[in-house]
């Protein structure tokens, strides 16, 4: 009787343990990075699975996949890139769907310094942005100079970040007094979390709208599928919408 007990003890703990975990391999642009740290985190705690992420620039990191990087999802700050892998048999186009919507700003580490758009007018040596080819946040920042009819005004205190993560560094270590971020950058639980800055009017851009997509490695692993259905749900909603993202 005392092996049959211990038997069925090990079964119904075994029934109790969470499906065995895995990894999945994440490509992830780098406005998101932070959230996707956070949702990652609760992502282990709810299955067991863990998010390896790597961030960078979306065009950076679409070069990579068609190049053969081991990613399995794709989570982009756009939503050509995600129907491009598609299309190049790279990704499962029944997969795509819409995770956030991005916020532009123009922010300084130093507090007062920007209100409005009048700070581009002001006395500033350098402005950083992302690369326009590269990163869909750079391209939204040209966008914003055109419209307000800055664009030969400022053109020759332009630096460019390789991506939004970069450019956010060149604004926190001074060497840009200002810079186009992503808000989630600078924002979180509702506050800017250093500095000042002004939040770009969306009408100025056009939408960031930031979607999510199955790449052909991690069609076989259940984890890859795992965590797109958790970026979907509640959980990773309420951390979406922290880091000041629109849904």
């Keep these: 009787m005392r092996t049959l007990r211990q038997i069925v003890s090990f079964t119904l703990l075994c029934l109790s343990l969470p499906a065995l975990a895995d990894q999945v391999q994440v490509a992830v642009a780098a406005n998101f990075l932070a959230p996707m740290q956070a949702i990652a985190s609760q992502f282990k705690a709810a299955t067991g699975h863990e998010a390896v992420v790597v961030s960078g620039s979306t065009g950076k990191l679409f070069a990579q996949v068609q190049h053969g990087a081991p990613f399995e999802v794709f989570v982009s700050a756009d939503s050509k890139t995600p129907k491009k ?9 029944d997969s795509q ?21 009048s700070a581009l007018k002001g006395d500033f040596a350098h402005l950083a942005v992302a690369n326009p080819k590269t990163a869909p ?88 599928s795992a965590l797109l259905a958790f970026l979907k749900g509640d959980q990773a909603k309420a951390i979406i919408l922290q880091y000041g993202y629109m849904l």
């Design 85 to 93: 892998l598609a299309a190049a048999s790279l990704a499962l186009a």
């Design 97 to 117: 769907f819409t995770y956030a919507k991005g916020k532009l700003a123009l922010w300084s580490p130093k507090a007062d310094a920007v209100k409005d758009e």
């Design 137 to 224: 946040y750079g391209a939204a920042a040209l966008e914003v100079l055109a419209k307000l009819g800055l664009t030969d005004a400022v053109s020759g205190k332009l630096v460019e970040g390789e991506n939004i993560g970069q450019t956010f560094q060149y604004v926190a270590s001074g060497n840009a007094e200002l810079g186009f971020v992503a808000l989630s950058q600078i924002y979180q639980d509702g506050q800017l979390r250093q500095g000042s800055a002004w939040v770009v009017p969306t009408d100025l851009y056009s939408p960031l709208t930031q979607d999510a997509i199955l790449l052909k490695k991690g069609e076989d692993n259940p984890a890859a």
